[in-house]
């Protein structure tokens, strides 16, 4: 049987550290949640890896590296409301919840949301609940949020999304160009966000975060 436990303290170690992370109660968290729980079987194998990992139709689960440094840049505060949107099948939301007072996560894949809360309630995230939609609209009848994670790349951030962010809150983004991406951190203020560059990394781009195409007969 693989040592899960070993895994978590070698991606802590080796992925999360050196990208300087240092805030503990991140570097706890993510010591904490069994990663290899929240995604699917056959990948289990591939949980600690420092790579994307597939979640079927499109999705990922972000590496490792990428949520941790998304979590330490928008540092969230135990007093805090998080919307986590594009949560796939928990995990991030699990972290998250470790370090904010309520983590709403949202899924439009059926499957993934009923997989994702059962999880939650498993791994004793009882500050955390599943709100079953679409990824671009949010869940605004539990907001406005603190702070909104964006788990997989976008071209563009869905209004309705940024309207459920209060004023000074933060939102974490990871905006992609192409095959490349920048992770931005939107602070917003009197009405509007400002942004400033965090880190790089990828991810697919997710449903309803695609820029629209103008189409030429």
């Not at 059962?118 to 009882?126: M, N, P």
Request: hydrophobic content about 45%.
């Amino acid at each position: 049987m693989p040592d899960f436990t070993e895994r978590r303290r070698m991606m802590v170690d080796t992925q999360i550290r050196p990208s300087d992370v240092t805030k503990y109660p991140i570097i706890e968290a993510m010591l904490a949640v069994p990663r290899e729980q929240f995604v699917p079987d056959a990948q289990a194998e591939a949980a600690y890896a420092d790579q994307n990992v597939d979640l079927g139709g499109g999705r990922v689960l972000l590496e490792p590296r990428t949520l941790a440094k998304m979590l330490d840049a928008v540092d969230i505060q135990s007093d805090e409301l998080v919307l986590d949107a594009a949560c796939g099948l928990g995990y991030s939301t699990a972290v998250t919840a470790r370090v904010a007072q309520m983590v709403i996560g949202v899924e439009e894949d059926e499957d993934m949301a009923a997989d994702a809360q059962a999880l939650l309630s498993e791994t004793g995230a009882d500050n955390a609940i599943v709100h079953t939609g679409p990824l671009a609209e949010g869940a605004a009848e539990h907001g406005p949020y603190d702070v909104i994670l964006v788990q997989g790349g976008a071209e563009e951030l869905p209004a309705a999304l940024l309207e459920q962010l209060k004023d000074g809150g933060r939102i974490a983004a990871l905006m992609m160009s192409g095959a490349l991406g920048e992770v931005k951190i939107g602070y917003k203020s009197g009405g509007r966000i400002s942004w400033r560059f965090a880190f790089n990394a990828g991810a697919p781009v997710l449903p309803g975060f695609a820029a629209e195409r103008d189409f030429a007969l």
